[in-house]
């Protein structure tokens, strides 16, 4: 005799019809379909960093769907949901640039809808690329029920098939003015193999390691290469124990993210050599998770004290010689938390995504000690001092201006260098004088890109275009040729380039008025920068007359600033906030 047909009591047949028939399809217990909704969900775009997310996503699924069998758990399980990415590495140095900032805040609109038309009640996200990542942390802090983080991993570097060198996609931009034809080719064919995100420390890992030590993440998930089978044998059912632990305990990402774990993610993160791209996510996130984040967690002057008593302790690209892989390899990031633990830099107190607190996660994993070459002492460290610095001054009168000591090659003279502003109100026309008259930028100059903010471009394009050609040039010549904007960097981007200045030129800040020829000095005794000319009266007042003149005559926006048509960039143009509060679209 058949087994009788399931019974449901529903008051509204309607709307349960569609999560039977779901039900159904996926092989969960239709008469579950009441029960708290659970959701496992990821990121997809087109790039290599995107093709691994979908297989870990997949792999998850499984694992919680055969938990839920197993344990008899009341929940209903929903089909895996994906946010849109794009790709940093194929629109650096192109106007679509524009975009990459901007998709975080998309990422966040999808994923909030997904969590909150669905009433999400526990999620596991996997993440990768750069601003995905952060779209869908905002999104899970604000919907703030359990949530644990899960990086899909980086790709391994390529090799150079004729030096035998390593190399990675920052390897290909850098030779971007190469001469040699043959070179080119051979690094734009070599330098990404496989599958996963960027490496370095750049970007991703920079947040993947924030993402970790603020305690949304397990740290031994972040370090292993995409293609490691750990992250489809091994990591899915510990995340849905995790998961369980979050739910059963009642823990949610904002009593995760507390100033003091966001204090010990910033302090790692300097510990690594981290992206600049770090200062106007962690605004973000904590904004997110109900924090103001210069006011409750670090003061610009704390940062720049934080950041001068923290040591890089890593030897990672861009500014040392290894990939995240490599700290795998010699333990984890596990093996930098437990240094930068039992030296006294972090609060291990910290609750995680574990349920244990940062300590607590810390002695099970057990890591080793510091290999000395990937991972150093804090008392033999690579750098002595941490990687990034705010500056204020006449041209960046609210703070803010960022710039990434780890990576400055050379061309700092006593904590000071002093320079010759040659501006370019446009990346194009930085490109093209850069590909065409190379030899024109001389030994100090200081490059101004402006136009470039967060309403200006719109959407604070990053510049590893124009970065990477720098850097070509000063190494090739042993010459110091600094850049400044108001726009921002990736994480590959070494040399003397400092972002983020505000206000930004399309807004009538100082940059804007800069002119060629002035005297920019950067003072990083006093974390000062400043323009010379600008400190007569007289001529600041009369380029802001030029400027507002300018703006009048073409509508109340500057010519060099150009129009938008995009309906996402539009809403950037109109409402993008400054980078100092994390350059995202807010009301």
């Known amino acids: 005799m058949a087994d009788p047909a399931p019974t449901l009591s529903s008051d509204h047949p309607g709307h349960d019809a569609q999560r039977v028939g779901t039900a159904r399809v996926l092989g969960q217990d239709v008469t579950r379909v ?132 390593r190399i990675d996609i920052v390897s290909a931009y850098q030779a971007s003015g190469d001469p040699d034809h043959e070179r080119r080719s051979r690094l734009a064919l070599s330098a990404c193999p496989g599958f996963g995100s960027c490496g370095g420390m750049y970007t991703y890992n920079t947040m993947q390691t924030f993402f970790a030590a603020v305690g949304l993440e397990p740290l031994h998930m972040v370090s292993p290469a995409s293609e490691d089978p750990r992250r489809l044998e091994q990591f899915p059912d510990e995340l849905v124990g995790h998961l369980e632990t979050l739910v059963d305990r009642g823990i949610r990402p904002r009593d995760i993210v507390t100033a003091p774990a966001l ?40 940062f720049n004290d934080l950041t001068r008593c923290t040591p890089v302790i890593t030897n990672l690209r861009p500014y040392g010689r290894w990939s995240m892989v490599d700290v795998d390899d010699v333990g984890g990031l596990q093996v930098v938390v437990r240094e930068l633990l039992d030296a006294g830099h972090l609060d291990g107190s910290t609750l995680t995504c574990t ?75 930085l490109l093209a004088a850069l590909e065409e008259q190379p030899d024109s930028f001389g030994d100090g100059t200081m490059i101004v890109l402006r136009y470039g903010g967060p309403r200006g471009a719109p959407g604070m394009p990053e510049l590893l275009e124009p970065t990477s050609r720098v850097t070509t040039l000063c190494r090739e010549r042993g010459v110091t040729i600094g850049l400044l904007t108001d726009a921002r960097f990736s994480g590959g981007s070494v040399g003397l380039v400092i972002g983020h200045v505000a206000p930004e030129a399309l807004l009538g800040g100082p940059i804007a008025l800069v002119e060629d020829g002035d005297h920019i000095t950067v003072d990083l005794d006093h974390n000062r920068l400043d323009c010379r000319e600008l400190d007569d009266a007289t001529t600041s007042s009369t380029r802001a007359d030029r400027w507002e003149a300018a703006v009048a005559a073409n509508g109340g ?4 600033a150009g129009p938008v048509e995009a309906r996402v960039l539009i809403r950037a143009r109109a409402r993008a906030v400054p980078a100092l509060q994390g350059g995202g679209l807010l009301d």
Not at 273 to 302: K, P, Y
Not at 557 to 560: K, N
């Open 355 to 429: 349920g244990e607190s940062l300590a607590e996660q810390v002695r099970r994993l057990d890591p080793p000690r510091p290999d000395g070459d990937v991972v150093h002492t804090v008392s033999n460290p690579f750098k002595p001092t941490g990687g990034l610095r705010l500056l204020r001054g006449n041209l960046a009168p609210d703070g803010g201006a960022v710039l990434k000591t780890a990576g400055i090659e050379q061309g700092i003279v006593d904590g000071r260098f002093e320079g010759v502003a040659r501006v370019f109100d446009d990346e194009p026309s």
């Open 557 to 560: 926006v500057h010519p060099a």
């Open 34 to 165: 009441h029960e708290p909704v659970w959701a496992v969900i990821g990121t997809l775009g087109e790039s290599q960093c995107y093709l691994g997310v979908q297989a870990k996503v997949e792999a998850i699924q499984q694992a919680l769907a055969r938990r839920i069998t197993d344990h008899d758990m009341q929940v209903r399980l929903v089909a895996p949901a994906y946010s849109l990415g794009v790709s940093d590495g194929q629109l650096n140095g192109t106007a679509r640039m524009r975009y990459s900032l901007v998709s975080r805040e998309v990422v966040h609109d999808t994923t909030e809808v997904h969590l909150r038309a669905n009433e999400v009640a526990a999620a596991v996200a996997v993440v990768a690329c750069d601003k995905p990542p952060v779209g869908t942390v905002a999104a899970l802090l604000e919907h703030d029920v359990p949530a644990i983080v899960c990086s899909d991993g980086s790709i391994r570097p390529g090799t150079d098939p004729e030096s035998c060198e």
């Open 263 to 302: 204090r010990n993610a910033i302090t790692v993160a300097l510990a690594m050599g981290g992206s600049t791209n770090m200062v106007l996510h962690c605004v973000e996130i904590a904004r997110a998770a109900g924090i103001d984040f210069w006011g409750e967690v670090l003061s610009q002057q704390e």
